[in-house]
């Protein structure tokens, strides 16, 4: 069983009794059980046959009832502490591909985020990029379009993977 603080997203060693990041009690607690899916322990029995209800269900199994509103609470991830400097730094600095003189950057969310290797490489596709658009070559209209095009896509594939390490709880000890 993983517990995840609502407060700051951390997550709670079954050892201790408080968030070692925010110092929130445990006992109110979101429970993830060993496949990552959410676990309420007392709201996942079925208010008309009693019978045991999973997470993902809408409808019981046994007696056909809809699942209320309350049972149907999900996890609903959290924007860790100061996370959004790390989504305005992929933000920034990459969207100034899309402005004429300027290159995009892509990585420094990564690098906020302690994730080294992936932040470097996100460097150097940009320096590979800013190569290859001012570094004297004859491009193309057909090459400035797939540039253009691949510059967009590294640009929100680095947004993308930033947004999910924002709102990803981190281990603790890391």
């Known amino acids: 069983m993983r517990y995840i603080c609502p407060e700051c997203g951390s997550e709670i060693p079954e050892s201790s009794e408080f968030c070692y990041t925010c110092g929130r009690k445990r006992d109110n607690t979101i429970r993830l059980d060993e496949s990552g899916r959410f676990v309420s322990p007392d709201k996942n029995m ?5 019978s045991e209800l999973s997470p993902n269900d809408l409808f019981c199994q046994q007696c056909g009832e809809p699942i209320s509103r309350m049972q149907m609470t999900m996890f609903r991830p959290k924007l860790v502490k100061y996370g959004w400097i790390g989504i305005l730094l992929a933000i920034i ?22 994730r080294w290797a992936r932040g470097a490489t996100f460097i150097a596709l940009s320096a590979l990029m800013y190569y290859i658009r001012f570094g004297g070559f004859e491009l193309s209209l057909w090459s400035n379009i797939l540039l253009g095009i691949a510059s967009t896509f590294f640009f929100f594939l680095q947004l993308m993977e930033v947004t999910v390490l924002a709102f990803m709880p981190h281990k603790t000890g890391e």
């Open 93 to 114: 600095p990459g969207a100034m591909g899309f402005v004429p003189g300027f290159f995009g950057i892509y990585g420094l969310g990564h690098f906020y985020f302690r």
């Open 46 to 50: 079925c208010a008309s046959c009693n």
